[in-house]
C-alpha cells in the first residue's frame, strides 16, 4: 500500500510540474504576443491613418452628391466618369502605354539579365550604363529628353541629315513612343538588376545535369531558367505596371496639365479633376483604376501559381 501511495504522489507530483511548466508557457507565450503587437501597432496605426482610412473617404466621396450636401447618389459618379470623353480617352492612352511599355520593359530587361550573364565583353560598362538613370533626379533625365526631342533638338538634326523632315515629337502621333522610350531607357535598369539576382540563385547542379544531357542554351533557357524566374518575373511585371501607371511625373514636367490627346493619362484626368475641385469624379476614377490593378494583379497571381508550382515543390 505504502509503494503504490508513493507511486500516485510521484504522478501528481509530476502532472502538476507538467502543469505548472504549461502555464509559465503559455504565460511566456502570451507576454511574447503581447510585445509584438506593441511593436506592430506603430505600423498598423500609420497603415490605417495614411492608406485604409483616406481609401474609406474616397470610397465615401464616390457615393456623394458634393462634399457639402452629402447626399448619397451611390453608383451615379461612376457612371458620369463612363461617360466622360475625357475619361475614355484618358483611359485608352493609359491602357495602350502599359500594353506596350510593360512587355517591352519586362522582355527586354530579361534578355539584358541573359546576355550579361553570360559575361560577354564590356559587361561592366552595359550595366552601369543601364544602371546609370536610377541615379540622376527626374528632372535632370526630363531636361535630357527636352533637348533630345524638342524642335529644334537633337534627333531633329539626324532626322534631317538623314534627308527627312522635322517633327514636333511632343505635339504629334509619335508623342506616345517617345515616353515609351524614357519610361524603358529609366526601368530598364532597375528590373535588370532583378533578373540577374533570380539568375544567379539558379541551383547550379540542375544547370550542369541540362548541360550533360545536350541540352540547348534555348531549352535550358525555357525550360528550367524561365521556371525558375517565374516569381521574379511577375514581380518584375507588377512593378513596371504600377510604374506605368506613374508616368504622369514625366509627361508633366514635359508637357504641363494638358498634353497632346495621346499623352493625356488617367492621373492627368484625375489631377484635373482635383484641381477644379471635382472630387466625386476623382474619387470614381481613383476607385476604378484601382480595381483594374486589382484584377490585372490578380491575374497574374494566378498565371504565377501555375507556372511556378512545380519549382517551389
Known sequence: MKALKKSVKKEQNISQKKAGKKRRIGKNMKKRKFISGLYITPSF????????LPFLVVIYYSMIDNPISGDFVFFQNFVNVFKNAAFKRAAMNTLT????AVPLAVVLSLLLAVMLDNKIPFRSQFRTFFLSPMMVPVASIVLIWQVLFHYNGAVNDVVVALGGGKIDWMKSAYSQIVIVILFLWKNLGYNMILFMAALASIPKDILEVAKLESATPMQ????????????TLLFVTIMSLI????VFREIYLLTGSRPYDTLYMLQHFMNNMFVSLDYQKLSAAAILMSLAMIVIIGILFIVENH????VEG
Open 220 to 231: 535550358t533557357f525555357l525550360h528550367i531558367k524561365l521556371r525558375y524566374l517565374s516569381s
Open 243 to 246: 510604374n506605368s501607371f506613374k
Open 45 to 52: 496605426l500609420g497603415v490605417m491613418l495614411f492608406f485604409i
Open 97 to 100: 502605354f502599359s500594353a506596350v
Open 307 to 310: 507556372f511556378g508550382k512545380d
